[in-house]
Nanobody
Framework: QVQLVESGGGLVQAGGSLRLSCAAS????????MSWFRQARGKEREFVAT????????YHADSVKGRFTISRANAKDTVYLQMTNLKPEDTAVYYC?????????????????WGQGTQVTVSS
């Protein structure tokens, strides 16, 4: 069955860095666009970044542009999120998600596959 397993979260000081990974199985990874979303306590899930099937195109939310970078390794069925210059407002549970289309519309409801999430906490 489809599985998305995130790792790499943790506690970091403001200004620090983390690299999240999401290992995929149970579907054709190279034919799926991959995205990262996050959800802070008491808030709605929000889009962070997405990457096309071939990794030729990426989009990042304005709130993380210039600090976060999404990438993928199709040979490893893995998507990454490199996070630098972290801020306390980046504190959230981070989820990876997969779908068979790629586009600028990034509503969570358009993604059928989700991981269980990994907690990122940024202290001030």
């Amino acid at each position: 069955q489809v599985q998305l397993v995130e790792s790499g979260g943790g506690l970091v000081q403001a200004g620090g860095s983390l690299r999240l990974s999401c290992a995929a199985s149970g579907f054709t990874f190279s034919k799926s666009s991959m995205s990262w979303f996050r959800q802070a306590r008491g808030k709605e899930r929000e889009f962070v970044a997405t990457i096309s099937m071939s990794a030729g195109t990426t989009y990042h939310a304005d709130s993380v542009k210039g600090r976060f970078t999404i990438s993928r390794a199709n040979a490893k069925d893995t998507v990454y999120l490199q996070m630098t210059n972290l801020k306390p407002e980046d504190t959230a549970v981070y989820y990876c998600a997969a779908r068979q289309t790629f586009g600028v519309v990034q509503s969570p409801s358009t993604y059928p596959y989700w991981g269980q999430g990994t907690q990122v906490t940024v202290s001030s």
